[in-house]
């Protein structure tokens, strides 16, 4: 795959976890509400709550980002706390929205070693670089999403193939 950011990027990889999401949710869509709620013994409990952590700090780690605060009072004031009680479909829409503003910061930002300092909460301080809170973000949401995928999984769901190589590489199959 090539594009206008291709190459060692954050948006460029970004791309890819949008595409690995796609599939993913694709996974996810025709569940009832019982198994997308179902608990289990791992991650966030629920393929719901699983889902819902990443979007959620997705919205913060682009405004540590770009270094706007967030406004937030508590976690219940969270844009994305709401879609803990609902069903997929919202969540969905909510989550491609965002990433149009995740995609938009990350081509903007040239300084990825420029330093970001934020508190999280009133006894932490937090000194990173904006790369490592890109870092963060990335990262974030492919160990959230492996515990998706496991949770799918156990729903019967055959969740796999989201590699990087597989989505994001060209295969030409030479004549034999």
Known sequence: MTSEMAGFTPAYFYDYLVKSRAKLLDWV??????QYT???PFGRKSLRATLV????SEWSYIRRMREEPTGLKSQEDHPFWQYYKTDFAPLEAAWRELAEDTRRTLRRISDWSKPV?????PKVRVRTITGGIAG???FHEIHHRAQAMA????LGVPAENLDYSILMV???QLPV
Request: no cysteine; hydrophobic share 45%.
């Open 29 to 34: 869509r025709p569940l009832t509400l019982d």
């Open 38 to 40: 179902k608990e289990f």
């Open 53 to 56: 952590e990443i979007p959620m």
């Open 117 to 121: 300092e934020y508190l999280p909460n």
């Open 136 to 138: 963060q973000l990335l």
């Open 151 to 154: 949770m799918l999984r156990l």
């Open 170 to 172: 060209e295969r030409i």
